[in-house]
């Protein structure tokens, strides 16, 4: 019995198309998510909310809440401070170096400051080097590793002091030392201005004895 064509066999044909279930490669597999992960769309989300929608990505704050919640038990057993370090009063310090007038009263103050800072600092440096430290995961650890870059901001907490030692140097060695500027008589001939004897007389022009 010859099969019949018609608009009804087509809508058949489709609809079982269209309910069977599509095969998945064999290395397909669908990576579990934490059940606290949040899905974000772009109306009303930042930047950083709008990537992880975009690649279904863990945003930082998701991150964050996740190892607050999983260390819970630790804080609890190892209570820490609550409140941060005291802020130091700045005020005279800034009055101070309103009222200076010449680079060695700068100086005075900006070191007076770096002297009551170095050791938060250095407390700061030798604790983010104790972090890289941790499980010794700094042996042989990758440059941009969490355990490098605990290093590289341990060193960096440091180079304040020396980066600002610089420029108050810098500016003290203007202020006192200032490298010598070359004399009008001596520009004028050339070659003097680098160290060079003074050009022979043209020919004809020699003197007569």
């Not at 430290?133 to 941009?144: I, L």
């Not at 008589?185 to 070659?191: K, N, Q, T, V």
Request: hydrophobic letters at 35%.
């Amino acid at each position: 019995m010859p099969r019949l064509h018609g608009p009804g066999t087509h809508h058949a044909t489709r609809c079982r198309r269209r309910h069977q279930p599509r095969t998945r490669p064999k290395d397909f597999r669908i990576t579990p998510r934490d059940p606290d992960f949040d899905l974000y769309d772009n109306v009303g989300r930042d930047a950083d909310q709008i990537h992880a929608a975009r690649y279904n990505l863990a945003t930082r704050s998701d991150l964050k809440r996740w190892a607050r919640r999983d260390a819970e038990p630790f804080r609890k057993a190892h209570p820490l401070p609550d409140q941060p370090w005291p802020t130091p009063d700045l005020t005279p310090y800034l009055d101070a170096l309103a009222a200076a007038q010449t680079p060695a009263e700068i100086e005075a103050v900006t070191d007076h400051v770096l002297d009551a800072a170095e050791p938060a600092l250095r407390a700061v440096s030798d604790y983010l080097v104790a972090a890289a430290r941790w499980r010794r995961e700094n042996r042989d650890a990758a440059k941009g590793s969490p355990s490098s870059l605990l290093m590289t901001a341990a060193s960096r907490a440091l180079s304040v002091l020396a980066i600002v030692d610089e420029a108050g140097l810098s500016r003290l060695r203007a202020a006192y030392d200032p490298a010598p500027t070359p004399t009008a008589s001596a520009s004028a001939e050339p070659g003097a201005a680098m160290g060079l004897p003074p050009a022979p007389p043209a020919p004809g022009n020699a003197p007569h004895r």
